[in-house]
């Protein structure tokens, strides 16, 4: 009658979304999603419609035709593919041989923006950068530029990484580099190049002394519309400098800026793959490996360009991750400027930090219990993040599929338990809604969390998450007005556990013990009549489990952490 896959992903107590979060369970499929499943692939972008409904937009290459294609998928809120999106769900599309989307915006209308770099073939000198559009059922919208993309030819190979939607439906990209600088162009909503922005459409920025050329340029739009650009520059030597630049809408310098715009960070190295981010009062963030690629660092510059010598340790975080080489793969920023990064040592599998606003790690933040996660399935690590004002968090990776997974701070499982003549529904999650059902019939008026109840029969609470996804559980009552909990008690120690779990009972009743991880699946099962029994934990991954005792008229249910 209980549904035991929901029965023990129970958090038996609160957490702040500040120090631990949990697979959300009610998401796809026991907590994932994994669709294009065709290898060799790259998330850039995760965007939330106002229906709640989650893309996630990237790109992929088919060695088969050496091609490179635009990608998306769309689910509902509750991570279900939506068919109704592409094909069952799947944009894979391509304008000519090689289309690598770097970027996508959604429209107040639903449509999607995207940019990135565009080519009919391999040659270097012709990947130019494009601006396209898709109908928000995931068609190519063929009223927007040349069949639905613009590519631009007329500056030269470079690219597009970021895209703005501006008054009036005018469209603003930034990317580069070409002719080693940044490149900032503006387009009308029909995807045609605005002749009256810069020069013909186009604006660049003279490079300043001292920087011989930059890599790739990414940009984040401040609160008061100024455009924050980002970029590795190479100034001689072995390692790149990180380089800030702002400019207005119109492609404009803000010389209040660092120096005449531009800021020059001499003491902080960034390369391709260094993460950003912008908080609510824009600072600017960026997170990279150091050099010896042995520990992350996390940078914060103030709104006028300089070093925020308040943050961290003079302006920087670092993180050890000896295990060299250590690379960054993800950062994200919570709504309380929280930063959450995510990186590999030596190819392990991905760990995540917390670091709060002050620059400080939070050292009991966890994921599932431990510092370490990976998607179950085709090796895909975690790329970037969708958050929310109440601490939860979207993930989206990729590596040979797309997938996605969500975190929650407190779950929205039930797990009905009876004390006198009252169910309880035992669900964390404030946030949730309930109702009760006596024998599949609605009792009017009893939503709340708990109910007291005066006959006998089968019970069934139905709960509902905030993002609308529901699940139930059942309890048979039986036997109402009359003990029917023993007073065995039990108690389970160390916790966490490292070799061995004891689990000490007040007699020798027959108990059975079964442990599950938190995505539901039996890793062990015993009886035992002993006072004390020795559950050996020393092979387990280190995280968070769900143990359940059973005896004859009892169930208890705990959780433990492994180290």
């Known amino acids: 009658m209980k549904n035991l896959f ?5 958090l038996f107590y609160h957490v702040s979304f500040s120090q631990t979060l949990i697979t959300d369970t009610l998401f796809g499929e026991s907590g994932y999603v994994s669709a294009l499943n065709v290898g060799n692939s790259e998330v850039m972008t995760i965007l939330q419609q106002p229906d709640n409904k989650i893309i996630v937009g990237g790109h992929n290459y088919d060695f088969g035709c050496n091609c490179h294609y635009i990608d998306m998928i769309r689910t509902d809120a509750c991570g ?17 041989q090689r289309n690598l989307g770097f970027n996508y ?32 059922n995931g068609t190519p919208d063929t009223t927007f530029g040349d069949h639905g993309s613009r590519k631009i030819n007329s500056i030269g190979a470079c690219e597009f990484l970021n895209v703005y939607l501006l008054d009036e439906g005018k469209l603003l990209c930034t990317g580069g580099p070409t002719n080693y600088s940044n490149v900032i162009m ?14 013909n459409g186009v604006v660049q920025h003279s490079i300043p002394a001292g920087i011989n050329f930059f890599n790739s340029f990414f940009s984040m739009m401040r609160t008061d519309g100024k455009i924050i650009s980002v970029a590795p520059a190479w100034m001689g030597g072995d390692f790149r400098q990180a380089v800030l630049s702002c400019f207005d809408t119109q492609g404009e310098l803000d010389t209040t800026f660092g120096n005449q715009g531009f800021f020059i960070d001499y003491d902080f190295y960034i390369a391709n793959g260094f993460k950003y981010a912008i908080q609510s009062d824009d600072k600017v963030i960026i997170a990279q490996q150091n050099t010896t690629e042995t520990a992350m660092n996390i940078r914060r510059y103030n709104t006028n360009g300089s070093v ?38 030596n190819g392990d599998v ?16 966890t994921l599932n219990g431990g510092s ?72 009017a008026n009893e939503t709340s969390s708990s109910i007291e109840i ?64 938190v995505s539901g699946k039996l890793i062990k099962s015993e009886t035992s009549n002993a006072t004390f029994t020795n559950i050996k934990v020393d092979e387990f991954t280190s995280g968070l489990y769900f143990l359940e005792i059973k005896s004859e008229n009892q169930i208890t249910q705990t959780k433990f952490i492994k180290k």
């Open 6 to 10: 929901a029965l023990f992903l129970i």
């Open 80 to 96: 279900m593919i939506d068919s109704t999106f592409g094909i069952n769900g799947i944009v894979h599309y391509t304008f000519e």
């Open 105 to 136: 915006k959604l429209q107040p209308d639903g449509k999607i923006l995207v940019v990135g770099v565009q080519s009919d073939g391999n040659n270097g000198s012709q990947q130019y950068p494009f601006i396209a559009r898709f109908n928000s």
């Open 186 to 199: 503006q387009f009308d909503s029909t995807g045609n190049v605005d002749p009256t922005f810069g020069n």
């Open 308 to 345: 925020d010598t308040t943050y961290g340790n003079g302006g920087t975080v670092s993180i050890p991750a000896p295990n060299s080489p250590s690379r960054i793969q993800f950062l994200t920023l919570l709504a309380n400027d929280d930063v959450i990064i995510g990186y590999q040592e």
């Open 350 to 365: 991905p760990k995540y930090k917390k670091v709060d606003v002050n620059g400080l790690e939070v050292t009991d933040f």
């Open 372 to 443: 370490s996660f990976q998607f179950p399935t085709n090796d895909d690590k975690g790329r970037v993040a969708l958050t929310t004002s109440s601490g939860e968090m979207v993930i989206a990776g990729s590596q040979n599929s797309f997938s996605l997974t969500r975190f929650i701070a407190n779950t929205s499982i039930p797990n009905i338990t009876i004390s006198g003549v009252t169910l309880n529904s035992n669900v964390g999650n404030l946030e949730s809604t309930f109702q009760w059902f006596l024998n599949g019939n609605l009792i």
């Open 454 to 517: 005066s006959q006998n029969g089968m019970y069934t609470v139905e709960v509902t998450n905030a993002w609308g996804c529901n699940t139930s559980d059942q309890l048979e009552v039986i036997n109402l007005g009359e003990e029917s909990i023993s007073s065995i008690k039990f108690s389970v120690f160390p916790n966490p556990a490292e070799q061995i779990l004891t689990i000490q009972s007040k007699d020798n009743t027959l108990i059975s013990i079964r442990i599950f991880d």
